[in-house]
């Protein structure tokens, strides 16, 4: 071990070895070398610490120092104590790694860490403190050389800076009070000119005249600039070609020479134009916003357009479904200057209808005529108005519209497309209003319906409609009305059964469609039709409403909501129309049955109670008027049933056959003695059905009962499935119930009900149709009566 002469003048030859290099590698390892040679060290290392407290190596030695199991030991444990896993430990540090190996990790102040190992004789305590001072002139040396180093990066930075960024920028410096430009760009000298070559006095930014009305704000850029804070402001400044509006970026910056102040200059001309003219827009597109009807919003837009936009005349062209044209709505013209020939390919008016934006700047050089009348147009925008039509600016100079009006009519097109949407909405639910209550005052199904109809066209702007009802029995959806341009597409209309196309999937899942392309549908009925996009909607149970386009894309979900809205509202007043019909039937009913039965039954009474009279003795035609006094009576009962079935049409639920079957005979009348009536429920299904079930039954027993079976006869009642039906069977080998009577189920008419039975009868086709249920009549040998209802879902 050294003494003490010897350690001072090993220090003194490592302290010589300490000094700034040429890069902080350099100091780096010449210090290193000169620690490890004079202490007899076999590894060493120097590492800065990061901003997150972490260090990085800046030179190992030797080379392979990372291999040495001391060297990796001390970076381990100077990677702990970054970590936060030695709390508390303070440098030095000392440990061992390996065979008989030392490792020492000495602080390098404000800079980072100095790392020694040994394979031999570790240093002594007097080593280890006597290291301190150099250790700190070390740190010093690589601290100097790193500020150094970034000072040198940061100046070339901003030369950079001045060589590539495309806004004028200068450096300002002070020197004895006075301020000099000391860097600036080319763009600066090219925007502001040479006079700026020079500040004036004490003044900070250069020598750019201000507009007057920013001479105040000048001076106060300087006042905040020298009191050490940044400047972002927008000023208005002379340059070689006029005045221009700027935003101003100043800051100030203290370097290695002293302190500096940079300058920016954003020419913001153009966009302080564009905000006063978005203001302008602002305030006027509250007024296209807010239009009722779609002309009105047509006029404003194009008035809206001349208002922000230097253009000599703004159009907008609607597309009509009826006649498959864009026809002019607005223009600032006298009259309409641009047309769209009904042939697409002569015009790029459809292709822009179809979504795309399109700009001439030599409407007279190009391939293409879209100007027909009044003005020499050359200059032309062409906007997308979503599905309502395009907005076309014109202006009779070559290149007149540059990227700012673009910008602003694509602004515009946006308000436009948005206020002709809400206005179509809005004239769309007036009408379907004023539609729905004109449904609902009709006279009958087939009135409404034609009512409907004939104001699709233009109401609704739906010109191919058309209604399809659902007919149980077939099991399909039957056409039964068209507008006048559907019958001009389609002569007839095709019928749909299960699995025929979307309009059937659409019906029975209860869902609105809109079909955009009908053409990429693999489930259309006709992939060729004429009809190219469709809206298909239910009305509950009766059927579906369908209209057309004769372009893909054409409807869309405004017009799927306005559909949506019509059906919902003609499935009401359908209900209404049939509840007014069946009211009316059933006034004719109980004025027929009043009218008719009772009065022939009280004609009888009365003739029969005259002979009683004149005889004044016991009659057998008393029996007579007990009989009739009876049929009366039931009569009376049958008409309040009536009313009953009749005001409770829409009730439905799952009613026990079993059950049913059990009331229906303890309503009907008790048979004669030699009559029987048996069951055969061979099913324990229920079925879905109106409540007055049981009554209908009854009233088919009760038919057996008078016209079915002769002495020693029989009626039998049986319930089966048929799949998801069920099938309950009134059966008799009588002669059957006559023709004439039977009339009643097919007419539904009062003046049919000219007999009880007729009435019965009457009960029956009512309550099975309120229940949606198929009734029908075997008169060959006997008569056999059928009601088909569909199975209740068990569980």
């Known amino acids: 071990m050294p003494d003490r002469r010897q350690r001072i003048q090993l220090l003194h030859e490592i302290s010589l070895a300490i000094s700034p290099g040429e890069t902080l590698a350099a100091t780096a390892e010449t210090a ?5 040679g004079k202490l007899n060290c076999t590894v060493g290392g120097v590492f800065r610490q990061r901003e997150d407290g972490g260090y990085e190596q800046i030179i190992a030695r030797p080379a392979a120092a990372v291999d040495d199991p001391v060297y990796a030991a001390a970076r381990t444990r100077l990677a702990e104590r970054a970590d936060g896993d030695a709390a508390g430990e303070s440098f030095p540090i000392v440990g061992e790694g390996g065979d008989d190996g030392h490792y020492y990790l000495f602080e390098l102040p404000d800079f980072g860490a100095l790392v020694l190992g040994t394979h031999g004789e570790p240093f002594s305590e007097s080593i280890i403190d006597e290291l ?15 500020a150094e180093s970034t000072l040198r990066n940061e100046r070339r930075r901003f030369e950079a800076l001045f060589t590539t960024i495309q806004e004028p920028m200068a450096t300002v410096s002070v020197t004895d009070g006075t301020a000099t430009i000391t860097r600036r760009n080319e763009a600066f000298e090219t925007t502001f000119g040479d006079a700026t070559a020079m500040t004036e006095g004490s003044r900070l930014e250069p020598t750019i005249p201000a507009a007057p009305s920013d001479a105040a704000t000048a001076a106060e850029i300087d006042t905040q600039l020298a009191d050490g804070q940044p400047v972002t402001t927008e000023s208005s400044r002379q340059t070689v070609g006029g005045t221009g509006d700027f935003l101003l970026r100043a800051v100030p910056v203290t370097t290695a020479t002293g302190r500096e102040w940079f300058f920016l200059y954003v020419d913001i001309t153009d966009e302080k134009r564009r905000r006063r003219t978005l203001a302008s827009l602002y305030e006027d597109a ?9 002309q009105t919003a047509c006029e404003r837009t194009v008035e809206t357009a001349m208002a922000v936009i230097d253009a000599s005349v703004a159009e907008v062209h609607l597309y009509d479904r ?14 309409p200057v641009f047309t769209a020939p009904s042939e697409e390919a002569a015009t790029p008016l459809w292709e822009v209808y179809g979504g795309s934006f399109r700009r001439f700047d030599a409407l007279s050089a190009a391939d293409v005529s879209i100007a027909h009348s009044g003005m020499a147009i050359e200059s032309v925008l062409l906007y997308p108005l979503g599905d309502h039509g395009v907005l076309i600016l014109g202006d009779e100079q070559a290149a007149a519209f540059d990227e700012t009006d673009g910008q602003l009519g694509g602004l515009l097109t946006t308000l436009g497309t948005i206020a002709l949407t809400r206005a179509q909405r809005i004239q769309s639910l007036e009408a379907v209003q004023a539609i729905t209550q004109e449904a609902v005052t009709a006279d009958t199904r087939s009135a409404m319906i034609d009512a409907v109809l004939d104001r699709l066209p233009t109401a609704l702007n739906f010109p191919i409609t058309g209604l399809w009802e ?29 699995t025929d196309g979307i309009a059937w999937e659409a019906f029975k899942r209860g869902d609105t469609e809109l079909v955009s392309d009908v053409a990429s549908r693999p489930d259309a009925y006709n992939e060729d039709s004429v009809i190219r996009s469709e809206v298909i909607a239910p009305i509950d149970e009766f059927g579906v409403l369908m209209a057309g386009a004769v372009r893909p894309q054409n409807l869309t979900d405004t017009d799927r909501s306005i559909v949506e809205t019509l059906t919902s509202n003609l499935a009401t007043a359908i209900e209404l129309v049939d509840n007014r019909e069946e009211l009316q039937l059933l006034e004719a009913v109980f004025d027929r049955v009043l009218r008719h039965n009772l009065r022939n039954d009280l004609t009888v009474i009365k003739g029969y109670a005259n002979a009683v009279a004149e005889d004044c003795e016991a009659s057998p035609h008393t029996a007579e008027i007990i009989d009739h006094c009876e049929n009366l009576e039931r009569t009376a009962t049958n008409a309040r049933t009536m009313r009953e079935v009749v005001q409770t049409r829409e009730q439905r639920r799952a009613v026990d056959i079993t059950t049913a079957i059990k009331d229906a005979i303890d309503l009907a009348p ?3 003695a030699t009559v029987t009536v048996t069951t055969d429920i061979a099913t324990t299904r229920a079925v879905i059905a109106h409540p007055k079930l049981p009554v209908a039954i009854a ?5 057996s009962v008078e016209h079915g079976v002769d002495a020693d006869g029989e009626i039998r009642v049986t319930a089966v499935d048929d799949g998801d039906d069920v099938v309950i069977a009134v059966i008799d080998d009588g002669p059957g119930i006559p023709p004439n009577e039977l009339a009643v189920i097919d007419q539904h008419g009062e003046s049919e009900l000219e007999h009880g039975s007729g009435v019965g009868l009457w009960l029956i086709d009512r309550i099975v149709d309120y229940s949606d249920g198929v009734l029908s009549f075997d008169t060959d040998g006997g008569t056999t009566a059928r009601i088909t209802l569909r199975a209740a879902e068990e569980g």
């Not at 509250?286 to 779609?294: F, G, H, I, K, P």
């Not at 007919?471 to 299960?498: K, S, W, Y």
């Open 286 to 294: 509250q007024a296209v916003l807010t239009s009722e009807d779609r």
């Open 670 to 672: 008790d048979p004669p």
């Open 32 to 36: 290193l070398d000169a620690y490890l």
């Open 699 to 703: 009233q088919l027993i009760e038919n």
């Open 470 to 498: 659902y007919n149980a029995v077939a099991d399909q959806l039957e056409p039964i009305g068209m507008t006048e341009p559907a019958v001009e597409l389609f002569p007839t209309l095709p019928t749909f059964g299960r």
């Open 322 to 335: 009826a006649t498959d044209t864009l026809t002019p709505a607005a223009t600032t013209a006298e009259e």
């Open 132 to 146: 301190g001072p150099l250790n700190e002139k070390l740190a010093t040396a690589c601290t100097a050389k790193a």
